[in-house]
Structures are given as C-alpha cells and as structure tokens.
C-alpha cells in the first residue's frame, strides 16, 4: 500500500458524506469492512479495503472472453467488483463469493445483478457448477 493508498483511505474515512450514494456506500462498506476485521481478523484476507485506483489496475489484469466465468474470492466492500463492472465485465461472467455475511448482504444489496455466494472459497467448484 503507497502513501497515496493510505492518504485517499483517510479522506474517505473522515469526510463528510455528501449527496452521493457513492460517498456513502464507501463510508458504509469501510465500516463494515473494519467490523468484520475486528470481529474476526483470521477470517479477513486484506488489512485494508482496495482502493479505487487499485481496483481499477486489477479489473484491467483481467482478460475477457465470451465464455469465461471470472470469480473474484473475499470482494469485501465491492471495491474491485465495480471496477470489474465498469471494465465491461457482464454480469453473466462474473461470479462473487464472499465468507462474511453482513459483507455478503452488503455486496448483494449494492449490485442486485452480479450472483453473490456467501460462502467459503474452498468450496469453489460447488458453486460453479
């Protein structure tokens, strides 16, 4: 994480929520995030929830194909799902699978047409079938 990371996390953290249902989310992901790594650090992948600019630089790693399911294990706060979303990625060919439940609930309320799992990665060819 660069100090750049760091310095757009506080400001996400500590700024005033505007009108945007944008500002919001982030605020109400991030503290659900922290909860969740609190409550049970063993079970949380990631000290920090991505970045925006992060997750725009793995969404562009990912190469697309007609027929390819993409399976983002641990989607957290839905960070890297929207820029995966917003690289084109259909919803047809993306697959969440995410352990937490309030994180789980999160991601399905925020992107009502991606298939999220609230499950366990190790059971990943369950869920594929």
Do not use: W
Not at 25 to 38: D, Q, W
């Amino acid at each position: 994480m660069t100090k750049e990371d760091i310095q757009e996390l506080n400001s996400i953290s500590v700024a005033p929520l505007e009108d945007s249902p944008t500002e919001e989310r982030i605020s109400k992901g991030m503290g659900l995030f922290f909860k969740a790594a609190l409550s049970n650090p063993r079970a949380v992948g990631a000290c920090f929830p991505s970045s925006q600019r992060v997750s725009r630089v793995i969404a562009q790693q990912v190469k697309q194909e007609a027929d390819q399911l993409v399976v983002e294990v641990g989607a957290g706060t839905g960070v890297v799902t929207q820029a995966l979303v917003e690289s084109g990625l259909t919803k047809e060919n993306l697959l969440i699978i995410e352990r937490d439940p309030k994180l789980a609930n999160y991601l399905r309320k925020h992107f009502p047409q991606l298939r999220v799992i609230q499950g366990d990665a190790a059971e990943l060819s369950r869920y594929v079938e």
